[in-house]
């Protein structure tokens, strides 16, 4: 029998292990190689991820398949590389879902943010690739921004498709209403963005876990959800650091860098579990409604959630840019027979 005792036992696990009793923890990466490690249960990707990955010699072989296929597809330039885009997201999609049990998110291009019949036919268009490779829509969440028109696509794409969402991009507690009026699967909530914002336009340069903004926003949004029965689940996202993470442990998924994946595993202080649903029952939040009149005011009152929202947006068109030239590089390559 073990002479250890349970406290002592509590001190040489590390936070990670510590954190998965209370969380679904998930690899925040596209870089599949480094998550096996940690064992997630699931893993997200988003186009900045996907663009890092992408320039790493490691995964050159998968970058070229797509491209192979989107040649291969035919139709203008542009359709081909649009067609190369959605393969080489779903093509990572599958190989990290070989290192998963769980679910897998791709993210519907950022420039589609403000058309939600587009965000659903390339959302359908990203769901019929796994389709093809074996991959039901089970084990796939689409991410899209969580605009109006975002969520309302995610809204169609769960009732009438069936497909789950993962609405990303989140900062104001008028988002998180919106997509739990939409019955959305899942919802990301950014926590490090919502600090850099405080830090960059406040005097305040540091916070406790416990009075950090963004935990602050994501508990908010969890017991909300908690109180009223909501059946979209909480991911907090967009970690600056581990305390940030501890501090959520409870919340329904956290996913997490490789980079602060690591600090955890090496982390033996003891985690305990900050949110729960009964504790969230007994909290003061009053139900509210949003039609879409009141969700932009909402919103719009909140001047950290627009500029964050927006810049979000901004950035993963960029990083989606990046990526298109360097497809469309390497695709004239191929057509030249280089």
């Given at each position: 029998m073990s002479s250890v005792s349970p406290d002592k036992r509590l001190k040489m696990e590390s936070a990670l292990n510590q954190l998965k009793k209370h969380t679904v923890v998930v690899a925040d990466t596209g870089d599949f190689n480094a998550i096996e490690e940690y064992?997630?249960?699931?893993?997200?990707?988003?186009?900045?991820?996907?663009l890092a990955a992408a320039k790493m010699p490691?995964?050159?072989?998968?970058?070229?398949?797509?491209?192979?296929?989107?040649?291969?597809?035919?139709?203008?330039?542009?359709?081909?590389?649009?067609?190369?885009?959605?393969?080489?997201?779903?093509?990572?999609?599958?190989?990290?879902?070989?290192?998963?049990?769980?679910?897998?998110?791709?993210?519907?291009?950022?420039?589609?943010?403000?058309?939600?019949?587009?965000?659903?036919?390339?959302?359908?268009?990203l769901i019929a690739l796994y389709k093809e490779a074996g991959i039901s829509k089970e084990r796939v969440l689409i991410k899209l921004s969580s605009t109006w028109e975002g969520i309302q696509a995610g809204k169609e794409l769960e009732e009438k498709h069936g497909v789950h969402c993962n609405m990303t991009l989140l900062f104001s507690f008028a988002q998180a209403v919106a997509c739990a009026e939409a019955n959305v699967t899942l919802i990301s909530p950014f926590v490090g963005r919502i600090l850099d914002w405080y830090k960059e336009n406040t005097d305040r340069k540091s916070y406790e876990p416990h009075e950090d903004p963004g935990v602050l926003s994501v508990t908010k949004i969890y017991n909300y959800y908690k109180k009223f029965g909501y059946s979209t689940v909480v991911m907090g996202a967009s970690f600056r650091n581990t305390g940030q993470v501890k501090a959520l442990a409870g919340c329904d998924l956290l996913t997490i860098s490789p980079g602060l994946l690591a600090e955890l595993s090496q982390d033996h202080s003891t985690v305990t579990e900050t949110l729960n649903a009964d504790t969230a029952k007994a909290?003061?939040?009053?139900?509210?409604?949003?039609?879409?009149?009141?969700?932009?005011?909402?919103?719009?009152?909140?001047?950290?959630?627009?500029?964050?929202?927006?810049?979000?947006?901004?950035?993963f068109a960029a990083d989606a840019i990046k990526l298109e030239s360097m497809i469309k590089e390497k695709m004239l390559s191929v057509k030249n027979g280089q």
């Amino acid at each position: 029998m073990s002479s250890v005792s349970p406290d002592k036992r509590l001190k040489m696990e590390s936070a990670l292990n510590q954190l998965k009793k209370h969380t679904v923890v998930v690899a925040d990466t596209g870089d599949f190689n480094a998550i096996e490690e940690y064992k997630p249960q699931d893993a997200t990707t988003n186009p900045s991820l996907i663009l890092a990955a992408a320039k790493m010699p490691a995964y050159q072989q998968l970058v070229d398949q797509a491209i192979k296929y989107g040649i291969a597809k035919g139709g203008t330039e542009e359709e081909q590389i649009a067609n190369t885009m959605d393969k080489l997201f779903v093509t990572f999609g599958l190989e990290i879902l070989k290192k998963v049990p769980g679910r897998v998110s791709t993210e519907v291009d950022a420039r589609l943010s403000f058309d939600k019949d587009e965000m659903v036919t390339r959302a359908l268009r990203l769901i019929a690739l796994y389709k093809e490779a074996g991959i039901s829509k089970e084990r796939v969440l689409i991410k899209l921004s969580s605009t109006w028109e975002g969520i309302q696509a995610g809204k169609e794409l769960e009732e009438k498709h069936g497909v789950h969402c993962n609405m990303t991009l989140l900062f104001s507690f008028a988002q998180a209403v919106a997509c739990a009026e939409a019955n959305v699967t899942l919802i990301s909530p950014f926590v490090g963005r919502i600090l850099d914002w405080y830090k960059e336009n406040t005097d305040r340069k540091s916070y406790e876990p416990h009075e950090d903004p963004g935990v602050l926003s994501v508990t908010k949004i969890y017991n909300y959800y908690k109180k009223f029965g909501y059946s979209t689940v909480v991911m907090g996202a967009s970690f600056r650091n581990t305390g940030q993470v501890k501090a959520l442990a409870g919340c329904d998924l956290l996913t997490i860098s490789p980079g602060l994946l690591a600090e955890l595993s090496q982390d033996h202080s003891t985690v305990t579990e900050t949110l729960n649903a009964d504790t969230a029952k007994a909290c003061d939040l009053e139900k509210i409604h949003l039609d879409e009149a009141a969700f932009r005011w909402q919103h719009n009152e909140d001047r950290m959630a627009v500029e964050k929202l927006s810049d979000g947006i901004r950035k993963f068109a960029a990083d989606a840019i990046k990526l298109e030239s360097m497809i469309k590089e390497k695709m004239l390559s191929v057509k030249n027979g280089q």
